[in-house]
């Protein structure tokens, strides 16, 4: 008689008590937002078939694995290369490597500077791997030891010898 009364006691109250009442903090933070990695001071080599194509440093960045993206801030340089060699160099403030396809895209301040001394200045650039091309749809400036080139939109080769600018507002003399 006691047990069954014990038990008709105990029972309900562990019923009772097995209720999901805790409940994890909200934080506001979605995790699509939330990097899976993260570094600093970082160095990422772009190489195919055993060939360095591209060697980029940056201030800090963010790999999204879910979104297939990468994001660059606090400064980014990329070095391009040819048969071993540094053909140009890209830099900027802030970019964006897409995973999967790993073309870069650079924004703010962005200067291109190849071997022979021509200066490409702009306020975004891409790279497409698979081309190794470099191209813009932002206003442009082309400094050369020979002249400047001003225009909107551009497309050349990494090593910024062959190039194109679409609209040209100016071309000046030295």
């Known amino acids: 008689m006691r ?14 008590s097995c209720d999901n009442k805790f409940q ?15 570094s600093w ?6 190489s195919d078939s055993g ?6 440093n940056a201030g800090h960045i963010q ?9 660059i801030d606090s400064g980014a340089v990329v070095d391009f290369y040819r048969d071993g060699e540094i053909v140009s160099t890209l830099s900027g403030i802030r970019g964006k490597v897409h995973d999967d ?7 703010d301040s962005v ?6 001394g021509s200066v490409l200045t702009t306020t975004k650039m891409y790279w497409t791997n698979k081309t190794q091309r470099v191209s813009s749809d932002a206003f442009v400036k082309i400094v050369t030891p020979k002249e400047e080139i001003e225009g909107y939109g ?6 910024l010898k062959n190039y194109n600018i679409f609209k040209v507002t100016g071309i000046f003399s030295k």
């Open 3 to 16: 047990l069954i009364f014990l038990i008709l006691l105990v029972f309900p109250v562990l019923i009772i």
């Open 24 to 38: 994890p903090p909200a934080t506001g933070l979605k995790s699509d937002n939330i990097p899976d990695q993260e």
């Open 41 to 46: 001071n970082a160095v990422v080599t772009f």
């Open 51 to 56: 060939k360095v194509r591209a060697v980029l």
């Open 63 to 71: 790999m999204f694995n879910l979104k297939n993206i990468t994001l």
């Open 101 to 107: 396809t790993k073309d870069i895209e650079i924004f």
């Open 111 to 116: 200067k291109v500077v190849n071997k022979e």
């Open 154 to 159: 551009f497309e050349s080769d990494q090593n």
